[in-house]
């Protein structure tokens, strides 16, 4: 967590906010405002709406944990096409080009789009991508790789 935060902040720069979604006992001693989802056991859809409730920023930039690959310079460029796109959501793009949407920008305008789909119990986020109309970025090959067990950690600290 702290790794992808740091990552986050350096993309983003020592002015932006830089929040985490989660239980504020676990992720409290990380230097990081700590949100709880606003509708508990939602999965990331929840983590989203709490976000996107919360801000006052027109573009917010999500990022999953568990992706430690994640490179700053790669996430400057999602939030600089953001800047300059109409779209309202900008995804990280993998190789087949698939959409990861816990690696991607959303506009404030998302937001009504996405409470609908969790107060519809709608909860992927894969199936609700298409509906904000994303725009790609792609991302290099092992940046989107997920790391979720104490032993994949252990393999990613020995690269």
Avoid at 37 to 43: E, L, T, Y
Avoid at 54 to 78: F, G, H, Q
Avoid at 117 to 122: C, G, H, I, S
Wanted: net charge negative.
């Amino acid at each position: 967590m702290e790794h992808v935060a740091g990552i986050v902040r350096e993309a983003l720069g020592a002015s932006a906010e830089v929040a985490i979604l989660g239980d504020p006992e676990c992720y409290r001693d990380l230097g990081y405002p700590v949100h709880p989802d606003q509708v508990p056991n939602c999965g990331p859809l929840g983590g989203i709406v709490t976000a996107l409730s919360l801000t006052k920023s027109e573009w917010n930039l999500v990022v999953a944990c568990d992706m430690p690959m994640l490179a700053a310079s790669s996430l400057r460029v999602l939030v600089e096409r953001a800047l300059e796109s109409g779209a309202q959501c900008l995804a990280a793009s993998g190789p087949q080009g698939e959409l990861e949407p816990l690696c991607a920008v959303y506009h404030s305008r998302c937001l009504a789009a996405l409470d609908r789909a969790l107060r519809d119990k709608r909860l992927k986020m894969k199936d609700l991508l298409p509906e904000l109309q994303p725009e790609p970025v792609a991302f290099p090959p092992a940046a989107l790789a997920n790391v979720n067990t104490p032993e994949e950690w252990m393999q990613f600290q020995l690269r």
